[in-house]
């Protein structure tokens, strides 16, 4: 008797747990507005339409060009190229996309994060400083991370912490990183603190930043 009720209770207990482990899809894209009149707007899903499996083709899971340097001739000196779901359409769904980033001598991939994605990085070629920051610790903190790179390291920078890579070398460097979505996203700090449209109250930039307000004012014109 005893035998049965302990099994009727992990029975339930099984029953709870699988019942906590539901949850909602990630998301693949910044935002996903419902609507209740689908008929009369466009219809966006998280992600993309799914083609009829039976019309794929080997096409879907493919593209070529990353053996082809990135122009790195722009202000930060690096490049990216991404392959996600806009370029294989066969990710879709599949969570995980790739990117080849080149880096001039000296060139930065500036500070910045990925809100749907982990990124896993290995250095094919030169030497890069690289790092991630912490979120708001208890006690107001953030820790930096960080490691210099050579040829054939690996380096992962977790989920939605802002991290960089850095080019110490006076030659190129190459890094391809894997991300765990098929559409990470990305958002460049200084661009989307300074640059965003519309700008961002100065007074709220002076406020959080603790600087002259003319520096505002000079580094929103600069983005």
Do not use: W
């Amino acid at each position: 008797m005893k035998a049965a009720h302990f099994f009727s209770f992990t029975l339930a207990i099984l029953g709870l747990a699988t019942i906590a482990s539901a949850y909602d899809p990630s998301p693949l894209q910044d935002f996903c507005v419902a609507t209740n009149d689908p008929n009369n707007a466009p219809v966006f899903v998280n992600g993309k339409f799914c083609k009829d499996p039976k019309l794929a083709t080997a096409e879907d899971f493919f593209t070529s060009g990353l053996n082809i340097p990135g122009n790195t001739k722009n202000k930060v000196g690096s490049n990216v190229t991404t392959v996600n779901v806009d370029r294989i359409p066969g990710l879709n769904t599949l969570g995980i996309s790739l990117v080849r980033i080149d880096y001039a001598p000296y060139g930065l991939n500036p500070p910045h994060t990925h809100p749907r994605g982990t990124e896993i990085l290995v250095v094919v070629e030169g030497t890069l400083s690289v790092g991630f920051v912490t979120s708001n610790q208890q006690d107001g903190s953030n820790k930096l991370f960080t490691k210099v790179l050579n040829k054939g390291d690996v380096f992962v920078f977790p989920i939605g912490l802002i991290h960089f890579q850095f080019n110490t070398g006076h030659t190129p460097a190459v890094a391809f990183a894997g991300l765990s979505s098929q559409n990470a996203g990305v958002i460049t700090i200084a661009n989307a603190v300074f640059g965003s449209t519309p700008p961002i109250n100065a007074d709220v930039l002076t406020k959080a930043f603790q600087v002259d307000k003319n520096l505002i004012n000079y580094l929103q014109k600069k983005f």
